[in-house]
């Protein structure tokens, strides 16, 4: 029988691929490096991460820095409740603990937007703990080599998966064995078309014996789709423009934006005259709204935006549009974080 651990980490010496993270064992790195990597692939998240730990290179420059200075550098990763998250705990840490973070899974799984995965490849991988970490890599691994049909999506199903990776654990590293999983998984066993033929595994996987590699993860159920309209007004007065802090509990929480009217569906122009908020917002004005206004389509997870942009251009301000908007001078627009799909927006504008 083979000793699956050597193989994979033998294997993970000779294919891993160089990543700034895997050269240190800093708890800190490790944790910016897998948050980051949870939305992400590997080639995109590289620059957010050297961005990132140029900006607060380590836990206390970030729990000082301001929330806004780290929304920028995370705009367009997208779950910005997470780089929330980490402020918070990055606060948390220093305040209670010297700004070190704790070494058992215990621990860490209860700091805030610390999770299973994350809690695992920190303990295992800066501290050596025995805690094997569950990504879509090491689903699919997994699944395939020893034929677990069960779904990753359960609690028994995880538990099967987790109890499976602890077993591989024996004496190896445990750290170096959970990358070398996840790496295994990005690069020879893959979700579509594994390298079988080069598979240092090919002999005791279940997955290839019985010819079940296509069925192997099992699929994961659709997530459903909340489907949204946003009407976005572009206001040009002079040489500025109105944003507003989003504050409520929703997607893009604390990011900036342009006024936003939400609506059951697309508003055309003769609604948008006649809508209530557009009303209170430019009364006692005589507001010159461009009929071209532009479409975009935006996809996330869990909803589908279909959003509006209009441009708007008044020589007046209300009192609306005074008190509940913060006024920016156009060219400054770009300082302030705001979600990818009013960047799409105005890079459109600059074409
Ligand atoms: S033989 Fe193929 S399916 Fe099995 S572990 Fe190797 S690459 Fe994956």
Not at 11 to 22: Q, S
Not at 50 to 59: A, C, Q, S
Not at 328 to 340: A, D, G, T
């Amino acid at each position: 029988m083979k000793d699956i651990s050597k193989v994979l980490t033998d294997w993970y010496t000779h294919n891993k691929r160089d990543l700034p993270w895997r050269e240190t064992k800093n708890a800190y790195n490790i944790w910016v490096s897998e948050i980051i990597l949870q939305q992400t692939r590997v080639n995109q998240g590289l620059s957010y991460y050297y961005r990132f730990i140029e900006k607060f290179p380590d836990i206390f420059a970030l729990a000082s820095s301001d929330i806004d200075e780290i929304l920028k550098i995370w705009q367009g990763l997208g779950y910005y409740s997470r780089a929330r998250n980490m402020h918070i705990t990055a606060k948390d840490l220093v305040e209670n603990y010297n700004g070190i973070f704790p070494e058992e899974y215990s621990e860490l799984i209860q700091l805030k937007g610390v999770g299973d995965y994350t809690a695992s490849a920190i303990a295992s991988i800066s501290f050596n703990k025995k805690t094997p970490v569950l990504d879509g890599n090491v689903f699919r691994v997994l699944a395939r080599l020893f034929g677990i049909s069960e779904s990753t999506q359960t609690k028994t199903g995880k538990d099967i998966f987790k109890n499976n990776a602890k077993e591989l654990m024996g004496n190896t590293n445990p750290g170096i064995l959970n990358q070398a999983i996840m790496e295994f998984g990005s690069l020879q066993c893959t979700p579509l078309n594994p390298d079988c033929s080069s598979c240092p595994l090919i002999s005791v996987c279940f997955a290839y014996k019985h010819d079940l590699i296509s069925s192997l993860p099992a699929k994961k159920q659709k997530i459903k789709q909340t489907i949204r309209y946003f009407n976005y007004l572009y206001i040009i007065y002079g040489n500025e423009t109105f944003i507003e802090k989003r504050t409520k509990n929703d997607i893009w929480k604390l990011l900036y934006q342009i006024p936003l009217i939400e609506t059951g569906e697309l508003l055309s122009l003769t609604d948008l005259i006649k809508n209530k908020k557009i009303e209170e917002m430019f009364s006692n004005l005589t507001p010159t709204i461009e009929p071209d206004y532009i479409d975009i389509k935006h996809i996330l997870s869990h909803q589908k935006i279909y959003s509006r942009f209009y441009r708007i251009r008044i020589d007046n301000l209300s009192n609306t549009i005074l008190n509940e908007y913060i006024k920016v001078p156009v060219e400054k627009l770009s300082e302030y974080s705001i979600p990818v799909l009013l960047r799409k927006y105005f890079n459109l504008l600059d074409k």
